[in-house]
């Protein structure tokens, strides 16, 4: 039988999709599985009109940086919620999710052979995604502070990867951090790709700066996110990119040879319905973030130690001192207790002491059993 190439072998499966497709297997076998590995949170969202949408265009190809209302739309709220000048007909790209948008950027800018910095935890797509360009992952581990990053940089460095809000951890960079990061940018002409698919998971105590605030011309930044994420709607599968006009115009070859555009009726719907649909989860995001807080006391009260954060709806959660690795321990636990958590190192090697906790789909009562059951498998796995 013919293989595949053989750089293949070396790309590994998504940890979180991973976990997330044995727990569907389980579910569909009619087990009930406490999950908290999924990277969403459930939300509840009307079914709004289709009828006023224009037929029969729903049906066929939009413009493949995306329909026009909705880049309009994406640039004003970049414009208004986060101070960042942005043009929807040049600068914005819609996508088939935030997730090929990070792919693509990293097309556009990495040859074979160039280094992609990237600190850990690093969300388990990255480093893959760069080894799919033919490029050289840097991961730099979790202990060393954003600082400590230029020492990562090298002359085949051609990019940064600037996840903030943060998956896993929850952190949100401060302005001195993203300060500093922009100035190595500027002083080793090298891009930012900025990852701000969390973008609105913020509570009020906390401040998310986009990368965009600090390079308004888009210089040496391409933002990636997501409506997935924001909206409640990850099936949906629609994110974007911006970057300045000739980026821009890059990235938009490759989606028009990978996928040419987004679902079109998706796109029209997210266009028409863009502020209704905001007002809707923006208070469900500020509930999902206040149980956050109050799981953030429930695993203090447990003795459970996490990363620093409070945005998002992740913790990442130490699983010392259990003598198993953390891929067995979260085996364990879904097949022992039936509560599914993500291994700590899809997040990189540094982190293989660490589990992914995400509150975002379960009720609190089953959050709190879920989390309690993580905590006794440690202590009943203690070296």
């Given at each position: 039988?013919?293989?595949?190439?053989?750089?293949?072998?070396?790309?590994?499966?998504?940890?979180?999709?991973?976990?997330?497709?044995?727990?569907?297997?389980?579910?569909?076998?009619?087990?009930?599985?406490?999950?908290?590995?999924?990277?969403?949170?459930?939300?509840?969202?009307?079914?709004?009109?289709?009828?006023?949408?224009?037929?029969?265009?729903?049906?066929?190809?939009?413009?493949?940086?995306?329909?026009?209302?909705?880049?309009?739309?994406?640039?004003?709220?970049?414009?208004?919620?986060?101070?960042?000048?942005?043009?929807?007909?040049?600068?914005?790209?819609?996508?088939?999710?935030?997730?090929?948008?990070?792919?693509?950027?990293?097309?556009?800018?990495?040859?074979?052979?160039?280094?992609?910095?990237?600190r850990?935890?690093?969300?388990?797509?990255?480093?893959?995604?760069?080894?799919?360009?033919h490029?050289?992952?840097?991961?730099?581990?979790?202990h060393?502070?954003?600082?400590?990053?230029?020492?990562?940089?090298?002359?085949?460095?051609k990019?940064?990867?600037v996840?903030?809000?943060?998956?896993?951890?929850?952190?949100?960079?401060?302005?001195?951090?993203?300060?500093?990061?922009?100035?190595?940018?500027?002083?080793?002409?090298?891009?930012?790709i900025?990852?701000?698919?969390?973008s609105?998971?913020?509570l009020?105590?906390?401040?998310?700066?986009?990368c965009?605030?600090?390079?308004?011309?888009k210089?040496?930044?391409?933002?990636?996110?997501?409506?997935?994420?924001?909206?409640?709607m990850?099936?949906?599968?629609?994110?974007?990119?911006?970057?300045?006009?000739?980026?821009?115009?890059?990235?938009?070859?490759?989606?028009?040879h990978?996928?040419t555009?987004?679902?079109?009726?998706l796109?029209?719907?997210?266009?028409?319905?863009?502020?209704?649909?905001?007002?809707?989860?923006?208070?469900?995001?500020?509930?999902?973030?206040?149980?956050?807080?109050?799981?953030?006391a429930?695993?203090?009260?447990?003795?459970?130690r996490?990363?620093?954060?409070?945005?998002t709806?992740?913790?990442?959660?130490?699983?010392?001192?259990?003598?198993?690795?953390?891929e067995?321990?979260?085996?364990?636990?879904?097949?022992?207790?039936?509560?599914?958590?993500?291994?700590?190192?899809?997040?990189?090697?540094?982190?293989?002491?660490?589990?992914?906790?995400?509150?975002?789909?379960e009720?609190?009562?089953?959050?709190?059993?879920?989390?309690?059951?993580?905590?006794?498998?440690?202590?009943?796995?203690?070296?």
């Open positions: 039988m013919l293989k595949a190439a053989p750089y293949m072998n070396g790309i590994a499966e998504a940890m979180s999709v991973k976990f997330n497709n044995l727990v569907y297997d389980m579910k569909e076998r009619g087990e009930d599985v406490v999950v908290l590995s999924l990277g969403e949170a459930f939300f509840e969202i009307p079914l709004f009109d289709f009828h006023d949408l224009p037929f029969p265009d729903i049906y066929h190809y939009s413009h493949s940086r995306g329909v026009t209302e909705l880049r309009e739309k994406l640039a004003g709220y970049y414009r208004a919620q986060y101070r960042v000048p942005v043009d929807p007909g040049s600068e914005v790209i819609v996508t088939a999710g935030s997730k090929i948008a990070i792919y693509m950027s990293l097309m556009a800018v990495v040859e074979p052979g160039d280094e992609v910095v990237i850990e935890p690093a969300w388990v797509s990255y480093s893959e995604q760069v080894r799919l360009c490029g050289a992952p840097v991961l730099v581990p979790h060393e502070p954003i600082e400590a990053l230029d020492r990562y940089v090298s002359e085949r460095t990019a940064i990867i996840n903030n809000p943060h998956n896993p951890s929850g952190g949100v960079l401060s302005r001195k951090e993203l300060e500093h990061l922009h100035g190595v940018a500027r002083d080793r002409r090298i891009y930012l900025a990852d701000e698919a969390y609105d998971f913020v009020d105590g906390d401040v998310f700066l986009s965009g605030v600090f390079d308004p011309g210089e040496h930044t391409i933002i990636c996110n997501s409506m997935s994420k924001n909206y409640g990850s099936g949906w599968r629609v994110g974007y990119a911006i970057a300045n006009p000739e980026m821009s115009q890059q990235i938009l070859k490759i989606n028009q990978l996928v555009c987004p679902a079109t009726i796109e029209h719907y997210l266009a028409r319905h863009f502020h209704e649909i905001l007002a809707i989860t923006k208070p469900q995001i500020r509930g999902v973030l206040e149980k956050r807080r109050e799981l953030a429930y695993m203090d009260s447990l003795g459970l996490y990363m620093p954060g409070s945005a709806f992740y913790f990442f959660v130490s699983i010392e001192p259990s003598r198993l690795r953390s067995e321990f979260c085996l364990t636990l879904v097949k022992e207790s039936r509560v599914s958590v993500v291994p700590g190192i899809g997040y990189g090697r540094s982190c293989d002491g660490f589990v992914r906790v995400s509150v975002g789909t009720s609190m009562d089953r959050t709190t059993h879920g989390i309690r059951k993580l905590a006794e498998l440690i202590g009943k796995t203690a070296r």
